[in-house]
């Protein structure tokens, strides 16, 4: 089973730093390249961790060269940007957990040249809500933090010209 090393910094990725990497990703000048990732997570198909090499050409999987995953999906670097793009917010566009307690959030890291995602995770926080219900400690629904629904992390993106 792969090692998924955390090189994250704990802090939430805005929606500005998310969309400026995005379209400096769009306008890499290649359309075909190879990337090996890292995935962890409770995200299905993930589990405890698994690592796909796969060459894309134009945004789809054209070959998997490695895969130890459990499904047959692969991941092109768009594909991330997607999974992770309504988990990004601040303040109350952030998207809630459905106790009403907990909030998804992005740390991530980017490549500064070409805008894809070294390392990303989502997770759970607490809102406000949870901890003045944990500090009441009356009627306390809220749920445990749990663990990240994903990590990503990229190992190599070499483009193929």
């Not at 500005?16 to 409770?42: C, D, I, K, P, V």
């Not at 405890?48 to 999987?61: A, L, S, T």
């Not at 952030?94 to 909030?103: I, K, L, V």
Request: with cysteine.
């Amino acid at each position: 089973m792969p090692t998924l090393t955390y090189k994250n910094r704990g802090i939430e990725t805005s929606p500005q730093q998310f969309a400026t990497s995005w379209e400096l990703w769009r306008n890499r000048s290649f359309s075909r390249y190879r990337m090996t990732a890292t995935y962890a997570g409770t995200y299905p198909g993930i589990g405890g961790g698994c690592r796909q090499e796969v060459e894309i050409y134009q945004e789809r999987v054209v070959a998997v060269i490695e895969n130890t995953c459990s499904e047959t999906w692969s991941m092109t670097v768009t594909d991330i940007f997607e999974l992770i793009q309504h988990f990004v917010g601040t303040g109350p566009t952030r998207p809630e957990a459905s106790d009403g307690c907990n909030y998804y959030i992005v740390d991530a890291v980017y490549h500064a040249e070409l805008g894809y995602p070294l390392n990303i995770e989502n997770r759970l926080i607490g809102t406000e809500r949870r901890f003045f219900k944990v500090l009441s400690r009356s009627n306390y629904s809220c749920l445990a933090i749990l663990p990240p629904l994903y990590r990503i992390e990229i190992e190599s993106l070499v483009p193929l010209y």
